[in-house]
């Protein structure tokens, strides 16, 4: 898999310190929702480091605009960590025009595609959003009318990343269903009650995607297959 130039397109800002960046990436050859890039950025002095983000945006006959990009954009979404080596210069030093070398779309597991006819459960932790986002639309992209269910879990409102889009599309989409667990808010993190509440039961047999912090993942998985799905049905993405 080789590396490609792409530029930056576009940037903006989801919270505080989330940002979204688009890239202009020639020949890209489409990725499936839930596929990540690896980015690479070089020194001076020759030092290179690299990081893996999760792909946003959709791939689709209708993908243009709303998080839908032609064939050669790619967005992801950088969550600036503050002791991060390559993050912080992401979210803020990188800027529209400048060039970057990006590989990708890597990975075949932790992917929906449009043409599969269950019912979807999404779980994210945080930024574990950003792939689950691709699937959302991409489903909207593609026209079909999958039933979908998100639970999100975030510390506070302000920390929601796409938080006007996923209001919009859960309004304006019956068939998309955005439930919101605050955790600092209400003092615990996600559990049993939250998931029985608001998941699709298990006698649907959804395919359950699940990405976030490695203990949030862990946590979310393990109450999915408590409640009786299937834990071959449960695919997970973690990171930290």
Not at 223 to 231: F, S, T
Request: charged share 20%.
């Amino acid at each position: 898999m080789n590396w490609r130039k792409a530029t930056l397109l576009e940037a903006r800002w989801e919270t505080s310190s989330a940002r979204t960046l688009v890239f202009d990436v020639p020949e890209w050859p489409g990725h499936l929702p839930g596929q990540h890039v690896d980015l690479r950025l070089t020194a001076e002095d020759g030092y290179t480091a690299q990081r893996s983000y999760s792909i946003a945006s959709a791939t689709g006959p209708a993908a243009a605009g709303g998080g839908g990009l032609g064939a050669g954009g790619v967005e992801i979404t950088v969550q600036r960590l503050d002791d991060g080596e390559v993050s912080p210069f992401l979210a803020d030093v990188y800027d529209v025009g400048q060039p970057i070398e990006l590989r990708g779309p890597i990975g075949g597991w932790f992917v929906w595609r449009h043409t599969d006819p269950a019912p979807v459960q999404l779980v994210a932790g945080g930024s574990g959003i950003v792939p689950l986002m691709a699937m959302i639309r991409s489903r909207a992209a593609h026209g079909v009318r999958t039933p979908f269910r998100l639970l999100y879990s975030v510390r506070t409102p302000q920390d929601v990343i796409y938080a006007d889009e996923l209001r919009e599309r859960a309004r304006d989409d019956r068939g998309l269903d955005v439930q919101f667990i605050y955790t600092r808010v209400r003092g615990s993190r996600i559990g049993v009650a939250d998931v029985n509440t608001h998941a699709w039961p298990a006698d649907f047999a959804p395919a359950v995607f699940v990405c976030g912090p490695t203990g949030f993942v862990e946590t979310a998985a393990d109450v999915m297959v408590a409640l009786g799905h299937d834990a071959r049905s449960i695919r997970t993405e973690r990171y930290g």
